[in-house]
């Protein structure tokens, strides 16, 4: 038998030979996932025993992390905006820049009620949208149908599927006519020159096509600018996430006889992240 803190100790060591980073705190949310207790937990009862399963599960959840895969996708889970959302390797993981994007939009159009996200993935965006504005409905369009399963799960664990639809689509191209309130996006950019440089976890394990649109990353951008005054109201804004160079390259994209560019709003790096756009 192995107590909590021996298995602790012994993963701590194997993550931080592997390179990753916050050993520790990595080996103890994958413990919390085995044995579905909290962190908490694992302090106050650092020399409980666990049986020879739990110990199995979790060396090979440790093997694991250890080789680059994320952490979200053994658990399955993670969190944003304050709600959990599944994930598995169909979908990008949500990450706490796009909670930028849903701040931006609830203080632009807290009134929406046709919103539409382009390149849903988890559908983190639409259904937190759906939780915070009670009256809303979205429209969620992802060229993944795995992803769009995905979305659908969560909309549904979180009680919100009777007011999403969710579309298979390139962007707009399955879309019938119709005027949103608001559209909003996090749509692949990262230019295909960058992939090889990225992070292993990212690189090897997220789902290219929801990281990359080719080779300067700005395809998806180029063609939200230039397709979405079809589908939206006057008045209506354009929300989305760029990467973080990429914030002059949009600016020069942006027809001033059709778009008000409201802002640029940036991260907690200080990175220019959300661009907040508004027909005219």
């Given at each position: 038998?192995?107590?909590?803190?021996?298995?602790?100790?012994?993963?701590?060591?194997?993550?931080?030979?592997?390179?990753?980073?916050?050993?520790?705190?990595?080996?103890?949310?994958?413990?919390?996932?085995?044995?579905?207790?909290?962190?908490?937990?694992?302090?106050?009862?650092?020399?409980?025993?666990?049986?020879?399963?739990?110990?199995?599960?979790?060396?090979?959840?440790?093997?694991?992390?250890?080789?680059?895969?994320?952490?979200?996708?053994?658990?399955?889970?993670?969190?944003?905006?304050?709600?959990?959302?599944?994930?598995?390797?169909?979908?990008?993981?949500?990450?706490?820049?796009?909670?930028?994007?849903?701040?931006?939009?609830?203080?632009?159009?807290?009134?929406?009620?046709?919103?539409?996200?382009?390149?849903?993935?988890?559908?983190?965006?639409?259904?937190t949208l759906?939780?915070?504005?009670?009256?809303?409905?979205?429209?969620?369009?992802?060229?993944s149908p795995?992803?769009?399963?995905?979305?659908?799960?969560?909309?549904?664990?979180?009680?919100?599927?009777?007011?999403?639809?969710?579309?298979?689509?390139?962007?707009?191209?399955?879309?019938?006519?119709?005027?949103?309130?608001?559209?909003?996006?996090?749509?692949?950019?990262?230019s295909a020159?960058?992939?090889?440089?990225?992070?292993?976890?990212?690189?090897?394990?997220?789902?290219?096509?929801?990281?990359?649109?080719?080779?300067?990353?700005?395809?998806?951008?180029?063609?939200?600018?230039?397709?979405?005054?079809?589908?939206?109201?006057?008045?209506?804004?354009?929300?989305?996430?760029?990467?973080?160079?990429?914030?002059?390259?949009?600016?020069?994209?942006?027809?001033?006889?059709?778009?008000?560019?409201?802002?640029?709003?940036?991260?907690?790096?200080?990175?220019?992240?959300?661009?907040?756009?508004?027909?005219?």
């Open positions: 038998m192995n107590s909590i803190a021996e298995v602790l100790s012994e993963a701590s060591q194997i993550l931080k030979g592997a390179g990753v980073p916050e050993a520790r705190r990595e080996a103890g949310s994958l413990l919390s996932f085995i044995i579905d207790k909290d962190r908490t937990f694992l302090i106050s009862h650092a020399q409980d025993e666990l049986d020879d399963h739990q110990v199995d599960q979790f060396r090979n959840a440790v093997e694991r992390r250890a080789a680059g895969e994320p952490l979200q996708y053994i658990t399955g889970v993670q969190d944003f905006f304050g709600r959990e959302f599944r994930v598995t390797p169909d979908v990008l993981i949500p990450r706490s820049e796009t909670e930028l994007l849903v701040e931006a939009a609830l203080e632009v159009n807290r009134a929406a009620t046709l919103i539409c996200d382009v390149g849903t993935g988890s559908g983190c965006i639409a259904i759906l939780c915070e504005l009670g009256e809303a409905r979205v429209v969620a369009l992802d060229k795995a992803a769009l399963e995905i979305a659908k799960l969560n909309a549904q664990k979180h009680t919100v599927a009777e007011r999403a639809e969710f579309v298979v689509s390139d962007c707009f191209t399955s879309l019938d006519a119709r005027e949103f309130d608001l559209i909003v996006s996090n749509p692949p950019y990262v020159g960058v992939l090889a440089g990225l992070q292993r976890e990212v690189r090897d394990h997220e789902p290219v096509m929801a990281l990359s649109p080719g080779p300067d990353g700005l395809s998806i951008i180029r063609r939200l600018v230039h397709e979405t005054p079809a589908f939206l109201k006057q008045n209506g804004h354009l929300i989305m996430e760029i990467g973080f160079d990429q914030a002059e390259a949009v600016q020069q994209l942006i027809d001033p006889n059709i778009w008000e560019l409201r802002e640029v709003r940036p991260d907690l790096q200080c990175i220019p992240r959300i661009v907040v756009l508004r027909k005219r």
